[in-house]
C-alpha cells in the first residue's frame, strides 16, 4: 500500500509539474507569409507584428515551416502559409503536446483581394462569416450555356441559375459564422483607427468610377472572407464570390475580401475546437485590402491580375494599426478575457 501510495504521488506531482509548463498563448496572430527575414527587410505580413509588438522569443514546432515568435506578454505570432495547405500547419501547432490552447484567442491577419463594390485598398474588414470557395462543379466559362454568368456552380446543382440541393455526400461545412458577439467587440473597438494611405493607393482607387466604395478612403468595415486555393480576378468571378457567399450563409453574407487560406485555418480549427483543443468562439478573421479582385475600367482582368498591388503598403499598416489594439485589449483585460470572450 505505501508502495502504491508513493507511485501515486509521483504520477500527481508529475502531472502537475508538466500542466504548469505547459505554453498558454493568450493572443496568437497568423499571418500567412513574410518576405525575408521577420524583422528589418521589404515587409510581408508578419514583419510589422514581429517589430512591433517584440515578439523577439522563438520557438522551433514540429510541422510548421517558420519558427513561432513571442513576447513576455502571451502574444505568439505564427506564419502559417500559404492556400488551404495552411491548415495543416495550425493542426501541427495545436496538436503539440507543449501547448495548452483552451484560453487562447485567434487574430487571424492578412492581405486581400478586396471587392470594389465593398471598400478600397488600405481598408480593413472585420468578418462574421468565412466561405470555402473552392469545393464546386466548374466548366470552362466558354463551354457554359449562353444564359450561365459563370461555368461554376455548388455540388448537387443543374445550373447556377438556380438554388442547388446540396447533396448528404458533400463537404460540409462550407462557411464558418464567427462569434457574433467578438465580431461586433472587435469592429466597436477599431472603427475609428485612422488607416495609412498613401499617393499610389489614392492614383489606384480613381480609376475605379462607378464604384463609391473603392473611390472613398479607407476604413474598417463589417465584411465577410470569400477563400479559395485559387487565385481568381475579374468582374464575372466576382459576382460568382458574391452569389457564393450568400449562397451558402442563407443570404447573411457580404463577400468583402479575398484570399486563399481562410478556409483551410477555419476548417482547422473548428476540428480542433470538436477535440477540445481550442475556442472556435475565440477566432477573429481580420482582413486587409492590398489590391482589388476586378479592374477599374479599361484594363482587362489579365492585365489587373498581375498588376503590382497599389495597396500593399496601406494593407500592411492596416492589418496592424486594426488589429493591434484588439490584442492589447485582451492582455490587459486577461482576468476577465481569460474567462469568457468580450461581448457577452
Not at 48 to 68: I, S
Not at 69 to 83: L, W
Not at 239 to 253: E, I, N, R, V
Not at 302 to 317: F, Q
Request: hydrophobic letters at 45%.
Amino acid at each position: 500500500m505505501a508502495s502504491f501510495r508513493c507511485l501515486l504521488l509521483l504520477f500527481l506531482s508529475t502531472a502537475a509539474l508538466a500542466a504548469a509548463d505547459l505554453i498558454r498563448p493568450k493572443v496568437i496572430v497568423v499571418a500567412t507569409f513574410e518576405i525575408g527575414a521577420d524583422t528589418g527587410d521589404k515587409p510581408g505580413e508578419f514583419q510589422y507584428w514581429a517589430e512591433r509588438e517584440k515578439l523577439t522569443g522563438t520557438l522551433t514546432v514540429p510541422g510548421l515551416d517558420h519558427p513561432v515568435r513571442f513576447n513576455d506578454q502571451g502574444v505568439y505570432g505564427v506564419v502559417s502559409g500559404t492556400t488551404v495547405r495552411c491548415g495543416l500547419q495550425i493542426m501541427a501547432l495545436c496538436l503539440d503536446p507543449r501547448f495548452d490552447l483552451s484560453q487562447t484567442y485567434w487574430l487571424i491577419n492578412g492581405i486581400a483581394g478586396v471587392s470594389p463594390h465593398a471598400g478600397t485598398e488600405g481598408s480593413a474588414a472585420w468578418a462574421r462569416h468565412v466561405i470555402d470557395g473552392d469545393i464546386a462543379y466548374e466548366i470552362d466559362t466558354k463551354e457554359a450555356p449562353a444564359d450561365w454568368p459563370y461555368g461554376i456552380m455548388a455540388l448537387g446543382n443543374k445550373t447556377p441559375l438556380t438554388p442547388p440541393v446540396i447533396p448528404d455526400w458533400a463537404p460540409k461545412p462550407m462557411a464558418w459564422t464567427l462569434n457574433p458577439a467578438l465580431v461586433d467587440w472587435a469592429y466597436n473597438l477599431t472603427k475609428n483607427v485612422e488607416l495609412h494611405d498613401d499617393a499610389a493607393a489614392k492614383a489606384h482607387r480613381a480609376l475605379y468610377v462607378g464604384f463609391p466604395a473603392a473611390l472613398a478612403e479607407p476604413k474598417v468595415f463589417l465584411g465577410d472572407s470569400f477563400a479559395s486555393c485559387r487565385y481568381w480576378h475579374g468582374a464575372r468571378m466576382q459576382q460568382w464570390a458574391d452569389d457564393w457567399t450568400k449562397l451558402y450563409t442563407k443570404g447573411k453574407g457580404s463577400a468583402a475580401m479575398t484570399n486563399m487560406e481562410d478556409h483551410g485555418i477555419a476548417n482547422a480549427l473548428t476540428r480542433l475546437d470538436a477535440l477540445k483543443r481550442v475556442d472556435f468562439s475565440r477566432v477573429l478573421f481580420l482582413r486587409t485590402g492590398s489590391n482589388f479582385s476586378m479592374p477599374p475600367a479599361g484594363q482587362t482582368a489579365a492585365e489587373s491580375m498581375v498588376a503590382e498591388y497599389a495597396g500593399m503598403i496601406p494593407s500592411l499598416e492596416a492589418a496592424y494599426r486594426v488589429g493591434s489594439p484588439v490584442v492589447h485589449a485582451l492582455v490587459k483585460d486577461w482576468a476577465k478575457y481569460s474567462v469568457a470572450p468580450p461581448g457577452r
